[in-house]
């Protein structure tokens, strides 16, 4: 449960109304925090008005966020300096959620090493209105070209996706680290030609394990592409995803699939 927010001062509020409400006053003391600036290299760097930028470093120098240094120029303060380091954090936070909607709510946030801000450039695939195997069809282009899948996955893939992934291991063309749920499992073993395909999968070289358990997400991974899908509805419902290609947002989605790998039962032919 998250903790109640502690009594917030006016004076900290003020604080971050203050750079919240102009764009120039957080690119000026980002830029400040870098290196010195004199306020002709600031107007040069930033194309800011020159009036604009006297007045907001002297509102920065006020504020104890900037100073001048002997060389003429300006600087952040180390309290500027560490004003950029946790607003940075928070900014590409707000665009994330901006970004994704409600489709924020299907990140895993429990003792996740992973924060909301990597995911400010994600792509949301949704599909087409004319075409409810949009999002499926374009996953499954994603798999013919890769090299590479992993994922773990709590519900039984569409028929064409299903095909590919037994079609490109067979070939050679792809190596796989692929977790499913037992309730997964038990559904592919209900269905007439499933198995078969499976089976060939695993006869393959295709590394398949069954997990007794829920899993977070349905997260995928096609070489340097991360995917978290989610179905809206029954099985073969339409597939709406959250695409990533942030190379933090990889290494976490590999690290949480080989967590569930390793507390697995690995399956073989015989599975089928």
């Given at each position: 449960?998250?903790?109640?927010?502690?009594?917030?001062?006016?004076?900290?509020?003020?604080?971050?109304?203050?750079?919240?409400?102009?764009?120039?006053?957080?690119?000026?003391?980002?830029?400040?925090?870098?290196?010195?600036?004199?306020?002709?290299?600031?107007?040069?760097?930033?194309?800011?008005?020159?009036?604009?930028?006297?007045?907001?470093?002297?509102?920065?120098?006020?504020?104890?966020?900037?100073?001048?240094?002997?060389?003429?120029?300006?600087?952040?303060?180390?309290?500027?300096?560490?004003?950029?380091?946790?607003?940075?954090?928070?900014?590409?936070?707000?665009?994330?959620?901006?970004?994704?909607?409600?489709?924020?709510?299907?990140?895993?946030?429990?003792?996740?090493?992973?924060?909301?801000?990597?995911?400010?450039?994600?792509?949301?695939?949704?599909?087409?209105?004319?075409?409810?195997?949009?999002?499926?069809?374009?996953?499954?282009?994603?798999?013919?070209?890769?090299?590479?899948?992993?994922?773990?996955?709590?519900?039984?893939?569409?028929?064409?996706?299903?095909?590919?992934m037994r079609d490109r291991v067979v070939s050679g063309e792809l190596t796989t680290e692929h977790?499913?749920?037992?309730?997964?499992?038990?559904?592919?073993?209900?269905?007439?030609?499933?198995?078969?395909?499976?089976?060939?999968?695993?006869?393959?070289?295709?590394?398949?394990?069954?997990?007794?358990?829920?899993?977070?997400?349905?997260?995928?991974?096609?070489?340097?592409?991360?995917?978290?899908?989610?179905?809206?509805?029954?099985?073969?419902?339409?597939?709406?995803?959250?695409?990533?290609?942030?190379?933090?947002?990889?290494?976490?989605?590999?690290?949480?699939?080989?967590?569930?790998?390793?507390?697995?039962?690995?399956?073989?032919?015989?599975?089928?």
């Open positions: 449960m998250t903790e109640p927010l502690q009594e917030v001062s006016d004076g900290v509020l003020e604080d971050i109304a203050y750079l919240a409400r102009s764009k120039h006053r957080v690119e000026i003391l980002y830029l400040l925090s870098g290196a010195s600036y004199s306020r002709g290299e600031v107007e040069g760097t930033t194309g800011i008005a020159r009036t604009t930028i006297d007045r907001i470093i002297n509102e920065l120098e006020e504020r104890g966020w900037a100073k001048r240094t002997t060389d003429g120029g300006y600087r952040a303060t180390p309290t500027g300096e560490q004003v950029v380091t946790e607003f940075e954090p928070f900014v590409t936070s707000m665009d994330a959620i901006r970004n994704l909607g409600d489709l924020v709510a299907w990140l895993p946030t429990d003792d996740v090493p992973i924060e909301l801000r990597h995911f400010r450039d994600a792509t949301v695939r949704r599909p087409d209105p004319t075409d409810p195997t949009s999002t499926v069809s374009y996953l499954t282009a994603l798999l013919r070209e890769a090299s590479e899948f992993h994922c773990i996955v709590g519900v039984a893939p569409p028929v064409a996706f299903e095909k590919s977790v499913i749920t037992d309730e997964e499992y038990r559904y592919l073993l209900e269905h007439r030609n499933r198995p078969s395909r499976w089976r060939e999968y695993v006869t393959a070289g295709a590394n398949l394990y069954r997990y007794d358990g829920v899993v977070p997400c349905n997260l995928f991974v096609f070489d340097d592409t991360v995917v978290i899908a989610h179905s809206q509805g029954e099985i073969g419902a339409p597939l709406v995803g959250i695409e990533s290609l942030d190379e933090t947002v990889r290494s976490w989605a590999l690290e949480v699939i080989r967590e569930y790998k390793t507390n697995a039962e690995q399956l073989d032919a015989d599975s089928f």
